[in-house]
T-cell receptor, first 114, second 114 residues
Framework: DAGVTQSPTHLIKTRGQQVTLRCSPK?????VSWYQQALGQGPQFIFQ???????QRGNFPDRFSGHQFPNYSSELNVNALLLGDSALYLC?????????????FGPGTRLLVL | AQKITQTQPGMFVQEKEAVTLDCTYD???????LFWYKQPSSGEMIFLIY??????QNATEGRYSLNFQKARKSANLVISASQLGDSAMYFC???????????FGPGTRLSVLP
């Protein structure tokens, strides 16, 4: 049973560039959430996708956008990169049924913005 | 709004001893879930244990147990018989039924000494 996978594992970009991160959920899961984890901090919620639509969004600017595909995989796009966007980006998947379902995380993508 | 507090930035424990990692929370949701995750230096968030707010008994998963005190709004993680491989960051998180995203605490770095 494959767990959550993310690509790439590491990425280096310069300010102003755009980046796309990818996530494949755990088998059987239909919901993908994205989190940003700055160094030394806990993860911060960016947004969640369910049935190919953004269902909830955290306190992140419109530079952060996403997409979910029919196979439930997801992309996170960040435009006009800033130095402060350097972080570990975590994808989590779950099978949401309106309760208190557990989210399972991938290994993350480490983004460095120079 | 939901909030998680972890007041121990770092903890040390001798191998084979038990350790308690503190977590307090604040929420207005009548029903909520509390979760603990382990994050090794590799970055992946590993799910450890879950406690529902209406569960009558404290959750246990192998060497992990959750000391849930609802009136005090605390959900401390107890690790018994610590192993060197337990050295990692530990995050307490919660979600409410009304909200879809997880809220994480700042984490506690546990170091197991040989």
């Amino acid at each position: 049973d494959a767990g959550v996978t993310q690509s790439p594992t590491h990425l280096i970009k310069t300010r102003g560039q755009q980046v796309t991160l990818r996530c494949s959920p755990k088998s059987g899961h239909d919901t993908v959430s994205w989190y940003q984890q700055a160094l030394g901090q806990g993860p911060q919620f960016i947004f969640q996708y369910y049935e190919e639509e953004e269902r909830q969004r955290g306190n992140f600017p419109d530079r952060f956008s996403g997409h979910q595909f029919p196979n439930y995989s997801s992309e996170l796009n960040v435009n006009a990169l800033l130095l402060g966007d350097s972080a570990l980006y975590l994808c989590a998947s779950s099978l949401e049924r309106g309760g208190l379902e557990t989210q399972y995380f991938g290994p993350g993508t480490r983004l460095l913005v120079l | 709004a939901q909030k998680i507090t972890q007041t121990q930035p770092g903890m040390f424990v001798q191998e084979k001893e038990a350790v308690t990692l503190d977590c307090t929370y604040d929420t207005s949701d009548p029903s909520y879930g509390l979760f603990w995750y382990k994050q090794p230096s590799s970055g992946e968030m590993i799910f450890l244990i879950y406690q529902g707010s209406y569960d009558q008994q404290n959750a246990t998963e192998g060497r992990y147990s959750l000391n849930f005190q609802k009136a005090r709004k605390s959900a401390n993680l107890v690790i018994s018989a610590s192993q060197l491989g337990d050295s990692a960051m530990y995050f307490c998180a919660m979600r409410g039924v009304a909200g879809q995203n997880f809220v994480f605490g700042p984490g506690t770095r546990l170091s197991v000494l040989p």
